[in-house]
Nanobody, 128 residues
Framework: VQLQASGGGLVQAGGSLRLSCAVSGFTLDYHAIGWFRQAPGKEREGVSCVSSSGVWIYYADSVEGRFTISRDNAKRTVYLQMNSLKPEDTAVYYC??????????????????????WGKGTQVTVSS
C-alpha cells in the first residue's frame, strides 16, 4: 500500500494550492481518506477526511469554507483544494487511509490515530 502526497509549495497569503494524494496497492473505492498536517512543535491534526462513499466529509473548523476535499476513484487520487491560504496553514501535509470505508465511528471526528496507512508528507508554506 502506498500513498503519495504532492502539490505543496510556497505561496503568499490569500493564494491557493491543490494537493494530490495518489494511492496504489489497494482499491480506493473501499477506503476513506484523510488529510492531516503537522506544524513544527505541534501535534498532527486532522484537516479533512472523506469516507469511501463521499457521504461523510469532515473539515477542521480552521479550514472550513476554504478547503475542499474530493476524490476520483477512477484515477486513484484524492485532492485537497486549499484557497485563501493563511500563514497558520503552514505545515507538512500528509494523506492517510484507514483499513475501511469510514475514517471514524463519527463523521465529526478525523483523528490521525484511526489511520492505518500513511504517505510521505508535502510541505506547504504560506508567507505573509
Amino acid at each position: 500500500v502506498q500513498l503519495q502526497a504532492s502539490g505543496g509549495g510556497l505561496v503568499q497569503a490569500g493564494g491557493s494550492l491543490r494537493l494530490s494524494c495518489a494511492v496504489s496497492g489497494f482499491t480506493l473505492d473501499y477506503h476513506a481518506i484523510g488529510w492531516f498536517r503537522q506544524a513544527p512543535g505541534k501535534e498532527r491534526e486532522g484537516v479533512s477526511c472523506v469516507s469511501s462513499s463521499g457521504v461523510w466529509i469532515y473539515y477542521a473548523d480552521s479550514v472550513e469554507g476554504r478547503f475542499t476535499i474530493s476524490r476520483d476513484n477512477a484515477k486513484r487520487t484524492v485532492y485537497l483544494q486549499m484557497n485563501s491560504l493563511k500563514p497558520e496553514d503552514t505545515a507538512v501535509y500528509y494523506c492517510a487511509a484507514p483499513d475501511g470505508p469510514h475514517y471514524s465511528s463519527s463523521a465529526r471526528v478525523c483523528d490521525y490515530k484511526n489511520m492505518d496507512y500513511w504517505g510521505k508528507g508535502t510541505q506547504v508554506t504560506v508567507s505573509s
